[in-house]
C-alpha cells in the first residue's frame, strides 16, 4: 500500500516559489545575453544561420542531461515524428527572423517588440482554434498593438524598417510556432518537443553550413561560445523554474529583459532606447502579461469545472 506524500509546509511553498522567480530572472538575463552576442557576432560578420546552427547545436548538447536528471532519455521518445518536422520548419523560420532581427535592431527595441508574441498568438488562437476571446482580452490586444505602433513610431526612422518588418514577421511566425506547441503539448512532454525541435533543425542547418559557415577570429569563436552557453543556460532556467512554481508566478520575470537589453545596448553599444521605447513598451508588456495570467486562470477553471463533472 503506498503512503501519500507529505503535505510541503507552507514555507516550503514559499521557499520554492522564490527559488522559481530567481531562477527565472537568471534565464531572462541569459536569453538577453544570448541575443547580444547573436547581435555582436553579426557585427563581425557571422551569418544569422551559423548562429542559429550553433544555438540548436547547444540546446542538443544541454538537454540530454536534462531529460537524464529528470524523465529519464525515454522522454525523447516521440510517436509523431513528423509533428516535430512541421514544428521544427516553421520554428527554425522564427527563430532565424528573430535572430536577424536583433542584427537589424537596436536591442532594447527589439526586445520590445519580441514581447508582442503572446498578443499575436491569442489572435491566432482566435482564427485557427476558434477560440473565444472577450472584451479584456480585445482590450489588452489593442493596447499591445498601440504600444508596438509608439515603439516602431512608421514613418519616424528611429529605427529601421526593415528591421521592424523582420521583427514583426519574426513575432508572428513565432506566435504560430506556439499555436503548434500547445497542440503537440496534448502528447508530448515539452522536453521532447525541445529536443527534437534541435535535434531535427541540424539537417537543414548542417546544410546551409555548407554554404553560410565560415573560420573565424578567436574573439568572434568566444562570442558564438558564449551565445550557445547563455542560450542554454535560458533554456534550463525556464525548464527548471517550470517545475518549481505554476506560470503566473514566474511569467513576470520574462519582462525584466527589456531592463537588461537596455544596459546590454548602453554597455556595449553606447545607445539608449528613444523615450518612445519606454512609454510602448509598457503598454506591450501589460497586455501581454494580461493575457497570458487570464489564460492561465481560464484554464485553472475548465480544470476545476471538469474534475466536478
Not at 477560440?131 to 515603439?151: C, D, K, P, Q, Y
Not at 551565445?227 to 525556464?238: E, Y
Request: with cysteine; hydrophobic share 55%.
Amino acid at each position: 500500500m503506498d503512503l501519500p506524500e507529505p503535505t510541503p509546509a507552507p514555507g516550503e511553498h514559499r521557499n520554492q516559489a522564490l527559488s522559481a522567480i530567481v531562477i527565472r530572472l537568471f534565464a531572462a538575463i541569459s536569453i538577453t545575453a544570448m541575443f547580444a552576442c547573436v547581435k555582436l557576432a553579426s557585427d563581425r560578420g557571422v551569418h544569422v544561420l551559423e548562429s542559429v546552427f550553433y544555438r540548436q547545436l547547444a540546446g542538443i548538447i544541454v538537454l540530454i542531461p536534462i531529460a537524464l536528471a529528470g524523465p529519464g532519455l525515454a522522454a525523447l521518445r516521440t510517436e509523431r515524428p513528423w509533428a516535430h518536422v512541421s514544428r521544427m520548419v516553421i520554428g527554425m523560420v522564427a527563430m532565424s527572423l528573430n535572430f536577424l532581427s536583433f542584427a537589424l535592431l537596436p536591442i532594447a527595441e527589439a526586445t520590445a517588440i519580441g514581447f508582442m508574441v503572446p498578443i499575436v498568438a491569442t489572435l491566432l488562437s482566435i482564427v485557427l482554434l476558434k477560440e473565444a476571446v472577450g472584451v479584456h482580452r480585445w482590450s489588452a490586444i489593442a493596447a499591445g498593438l498601440a504600444g508596438v505602433l509608439i515603439v516602431v513610431q512608421p514613418g519616424d526612422g528611429h529605427i529601421p524598417m526593415l528591421g521592424a518588418i523582420v521583427s514583426l514577421t519574426g513575432v508572428a511566425v513565432t506566435a504560430f510556432v506556439s499555436i503548434i506547441i500547445r497542440k503537440l503539448g496534448e502528447t508530448e512532454n515539452p522536453i521532447t518537443t525541445m529536443f527534437w525541435f534541435s535535434l531535427s533543425s541540424m539537417v537543414p542547418l548542417g546544410i546551409a553550413m555548407l554554404f553560410v559557415g565560415q573560420m573565424h577570429d578567436a574573439h568572434t569563436w568566444g562570442i558564438i561560445a558564449l551565445m550557445g552557453l547563455f542560450g542554454a543556460f535560458a533554456q534550463l532556467g525556464i525548464t527548471w523554474s517550470l517545475r518549481l512554481a505554476p506560470v503566473s508566478v514566474v511569467l513576470p520575470m520574462d519582462y525584466s529583459s527589456l531592463i537588461w537589453a537596455a544596459l546590454f545596448g548602453y554597455l556595449i553599444w553606447d545607445k539608449w532606447p528613444v523615450p518612445a521605447t519606454w512609454i510602448g513598451a509598457p503598454l506591450i508588456i501589460g497586455s501581454g502579461l494580461y493575457i497570458a495570467l487570464r489564460e492561465n486562470r481560464l484554464a485553472k477553471l475548465r480544470d476545476q469545472a471538469t474534475a466536478r463533472s
